[in-house]
């Protein structure tokens, strides 16, 4: 076959438009940053965007909270105070699964273009949630238009298999290690 | 010296307040999307930010220009449509040290909390101007609480030394080459 037709192939093929798997992993910066962008953008175009934030807690996420609200974006927090060295996991575990219902139900709904899964790769890596039977829902049940971002550390294998596109965020330089200082607001939260 | 002084010596250096210097350089997707997180969050919190995007026009940022617009932030566009492809590159060259230039005046200017100096490594990258020169102003010149954010590939190693927090985003799945899908409005512009 001709370079042309396989050119001609590949430019047929890339206008193919379709609801986005995104998922943003690894031990940098940005993960959730990068996800609010995107939400920042659609909502910039007029598209109806929703956050489902998993394990944290609401103070962690100050500035996007406020932000979200002042422009009518749902944002559901349905994390408890969940940090590493958490005791209580049962809890963390129930509340996971409870907000994957929640994402289950919004994701079925149709209402959204963008819907943000924010740090739920760790109910995934705790295996608080079958990865192999989110995947097998999400196939089943994603409107095919529907712009699924899922953000955290950990990102499963199957979940990277699945994904349309996949970026990881390395940790380059930090200034809480290598300076001694502290998160700002507004930056960071 | 006992591991408890030196925590409580971490601790204190961690208190430490100062406007950043943040780098999102690599191949990967979110350089701009995560500084445009941020931007987010920061306007969340009631303070002043703005943009000032160099080398791409205003269409392949149509998304964020219209939210920048509706919410009333300071986005200024000085680049051409210059592509990698470009032959005028005097002419981009020419319009990416006037773009420096409105950079300098809105950094000195002082009103402001958050700068995006968006695809800023560029023009130091292809030597249109001087990394040590640019460095050296900012050393200067950058108010100490303004949190600066410079995007796009190709940090010139000066640049990630100077700079606080940096972030490289690595492309590990990406949906155009490995699937042949569009750029997604909302999601990418």
Redesign the interface.
Known sequence: MSKYSEEAK?KR????????V?????N???K??????????????G?KVGVIQFLKNSTAR??????????GIDWVSTGDGWTWTSKDLDESAALARHGWQLAQERIVGGEY??LILDEFTYPLHFGWLETEEVIGWLRENKPPML?LIITGRYAPDAL?EF??????????????RD????A????E?
């Open positions: 590949r093929r890339a206008s193919k438009k379709k609801g986005l995104i998922v943003n992993t690894g940098g910066k940005g959730t940053t990068a996800a609010l962008g995107v939400l920042f953008r659609a909502w910039g175009r598209m100050y500035g996007e909270i406020k932000a979200a609200r002042k422009l273009d963008v712009h990277v994904a349309d596109l996949v970026t990881e965020m390395v940790e380059v330089k930090h200034p809480y300076q001694g200082i502290t700002q607001p507004g930056i939260f």
